[in-house]
């Protein structure tokens, strides 16, 4: 069973910036799963925001926050990062970190991902 312990957050103000960290524990390798992030907005949907892949690696982002944030995995420390700059009041979610097996679908879908971290909560006040 693969467990993911999220860190960071918290609150910023409009064009500042926060990192998120999720850890891959339990025994397993980070480099084996692709990884992404998501997040939710009070009375929204889950949303796409970031994913790296095992291999190569290959990153993605929605185009919200492309130029803006930057996803990275540390693969001897265990740990996916988001780094997020230029941040707007419309980054104010719960962020959630996700792993899945290479191969199990469209890495901006959630339905792809098998497992989840319990979401942190980032604030980006005006």
């Known amino acids: 069973q693969v467990e993911l312990v999220q860190s960071g957050g918290g609150t910023a103000q409009t064009g500042g910036s926060l990192e998120l960290s999720c850890v891959v524990t339990s025994g397993s390798t980070i480099s084996m799963y692709n990884m992404g992030w998501f997040r939710q907005a009070p009375g929204k949907e889950r949303e796409f925001v970031s994913a790296i892949s095992w291999a190569s690696p290959n990153k993605y982002y929605a185009d919200s926050v492309k130029g803006r944030f930057t996803i990275s995995r540390d693969n001897v420390k265990n740990t996916l990062y988001l780094q997020m700059n230029s941040l707007k009041p419309e980054d104010t979610a719960v962020y959630y970190c996700?792993?899945?097996?290479?191969?199990?679908?469209?890495?901006?879908?959630?339905?792809?991902?098998?497992?989840w971290g319990r979401g942190t909560q980032v604030t980006v006040s005006s």
């Open positions: 996700a792993a899945t097996s290479p191969g199990s679908g469209p890495y901006a879908r959630s339905q792809t991902y098998n497992y």
